[in-house]
């Protein structure tokens, strides 16, 4: 695990709302097919995945997930709607980018930040830079309070 601070990210992204599960895995495949094609996926290319609602409070219609391709440059090469990713410290965990690896990256999490300053008002990040996917590897960032702060 390292700690990275985020300061200015922005994303070029596509949202859906619906059940978590297969319908994030096929936007995602959209979003990567929409690069190909403008000739933007590269091995610079880096995307998120965030899930905004909290599956065990949100109505299974109503949970939204994005998925956005990190901004170096401008955003009007897209033609897709731009969001900023909250600033702040995260805990990177890099994981096995297989199915296996990923469900036990979240069946371990409390596990794995214990001890940890969760700031549970921030979503965690899946980032998929793609020189980690060819190696078959991926990056959850778990948001942390920022230093000095005593509130969750």
């Given amino acids: 695990m390292t700690i990275e601070t985020f300061e200015g990210v922005q994303i070029a992204y596509l949202r859906r709302t619906g059940k978590y599960g297969a319908g994030n895995r096929q936007l995602m495949e959209a979003l990567k097919s929409r690069l190909r094609a403008m000739e933007l996926f590269d091995a610079d290319t880096a995307i998120l995945g965030i899930a905004l609602d909290d599956p065990a409070r949100t109505p299974a219609d109503q949970q939204r997930y ?3 391709v990190v ?19 995260y805990a ?6 297989t199915e296996e690896g990923i469900l036990h990256f979240w069946r371990n999490l409390q596990e794995l930040t214990a ?17 980690k996917v060819s190696a078959h590897r991926c990056e959850f960032c778990v948001p942390l309070r920022d230093r000095g702060t005593d509130t969750p």
């Fill in 66 to 68: 994005d998925v956005g």
């Fill in 115 to 131: 001890g940890l300053p969760l700031d549970p008002t921030r979503p965690v990040l899946e980032r998929y830079a793609a020189q």
């Fill in 92 to 97: 990177v965990f890099e994981v096995s980018h």
């Fill in 71 to 89: 901004l170096t440059g401008p955003a009007e090469p897209y033609g897709l709607p731009v969001r900023a990713i909250d600033d702040g410290r």
